[in-house]
């Protein structure tokens, strides 16, 4: 059974908007740290975005420029990343991931060595 289950995704023109969810599980839903990364083809694992479930602080990489936003529902079962003004550059396979393991988080990064839950991914297309 998977802990982490990405939606939402799909293919928009140049300029839209996409809003991913990710629904965790029994044994992801209390992690300290949840975030975003994305693939795009021939290129490196990349941080979007990081979200502090206790403090309820966001991280951005500087690549987003204002265009991303990460949040979650108050039950703290469901992660979504809110994507604005979309370009082809932001093409990609988005995943969640989750940092359940016991002890403080003060600053929730992007270092994918963090992160010990993993979704299945979903596909965004942007097209000029």
């Known amino acids: 059974q998977a802990q982490l289950v990405e939606s939402g995704g799909g293919s928009v023109q140049a300029g839209g908007s996409l809003r991913l969810s990710c629904t965790a599980s029994e044994y992801t839903d209390s992690s300290k740290c949840m975030a975003w990364f994305r693939q795009a083809p021939g290129k490196e694992r990349e941080g979007v975005a990081a979200?502090?479930?206790?403090?309820?602080?966001?991280h951005y990489a500087d690549s987003m420029n204002g265009r991303f936003t990460i949040s979650q529902d108050n039950a703290k079962n469901t992660l979504y990343l809110q994507m604005n003004s979309l370009k082809p550059e932001d093409t990609a396979v988005y995943y969640c991931?989750?940092?359940?393991?016991?002890?403080?988080?003060?600053?929730?990064?992007?270092?994918?060595?963090?992160?010990?839950?993993w979704g299945q991914g979903t596909q965004v297309t942007v097209s000029s």
């Open positions: 991931a989750a940092d359940s393991r016991l002890g403080p988080r003060i600053f929730c990064g992007l270092d994918n060595n963090n992160y010990n839950y």
């Open positions: 979200f502090n479930t206790a403090l309820r602080s966001e």
